[in-house]
C-alpha cells in the first residue's frame, strides 16, 4: 500500500520554483479567454521563481498544499488592501494547478488562511475575483461569502469587472 501525506503549510525558499508552475498552470487555466491574451501572458512572466523567492524571503503569509513534496496550490493574504471597506483580512491569492481543482483543497487552503488570519486578529476578511471567472465566483459564495463592492480593473487597453467577497 502507497500512503501519500498532503499538508498545508508556510512556503519555504525551495518552494518557489514549483510556485511559479502552479501560478502560471492556474492562472493560465483560469483566465484564458478572460484577461487578453498578451496581458495574461505578461502577467505570468512577471511572477517567476525569483519572485516567489522575494515573497517568501520577506516573509509574506504564503501557504502551499504541499502533495507528497510537490507543491500542488498556493494561498497568500494579509491586512485588507481598501481600507474603505470594513474588513479587516484579505485572500490576495488562492490558486490550485488544474489537476488539484474539483477536490476539496481550495476549501482546505481558504480555511487555513482563514484561520491564520483569525489567529493574528484580523477575524474578518475580503476576496476579489474577477466577474468572468465562474468558477471562483461559485467558490466563494458556497464560502459563504457576499459581494460586497464591484469595481473595474484594466489589462491592458480593456476593463473587466471585478467583485469583493466579504466574510464575517
Known amino acids: 500500500m502507497v500512503a501519500s501525506v498532503i499538508t498545508i503549510r508556510r512556503a519555504r525558499k525551495d518552494d518557489a520554483p514549483e510556485i511559479a508552475e502552479v501560478h502560471d498552470a492556474a492562472w493560465r ?11 495574461l ?3 505570468i512572466a512577471r511572477r517567476g521563481p525569483s519572485w516567489w ?3 517568501i524571503a520577506r516573509n509574506s503569509r504564503l501557504i502551499v498544499l504541499d502533495f507528497d513534496e510537490s507543491i500542488g496550490g ?3 493574504y494579509g491586512r485588507n488592501r481598501v481600507p474603505s471597506l470594513p474588513y479587516n483580512g484579505e485572500i490576495f491569492e488562492l490558486y490550485l494547478a488544474p489537476e488539484f481543482q474539483g477536490l476539496g483543497y481550495g476549501r482546505r487552503m481558504f480555511q487555513a488562511a482563514r484561520a491564520d488570519l483569525a489567529g493574528h486578529g484580523l477575524d474578518s476578511m475580503l476576496v476579489w475575483a474577477l466577474a468572468d471567472n465562474e468558477r471562483a465566483l461559485g467558490f466563494y ?3 459563504g461569502g457576499t459581494i460586497v ?5 484594466r489589462f491592458g487597453s480593456e476593463l473587466r ?4 467577497f466579504g466574510f464575517d
Do not use: F, H, N, T
Request: charge should be positive; proline fraction near 3%.
Open 141 to 143: 459564495e458556497s464560502m
Open 41 to 43: 501572458e505578461r502577467m
Open 53 to 55: 523567492s522575494s515573497a
Open 74 to 76: 498556493y494561498a497568500s
Open 29 to 39: 487555466d483560469a483566465y484564458r479567454g478572460v484577461i487578453p491574451g498578451r496581458e
Open 161 to 164: 469587472d471585478r467583485v469583493a
Open 149 to 153: 463592492r464591484r469595481a473595474k480593473e
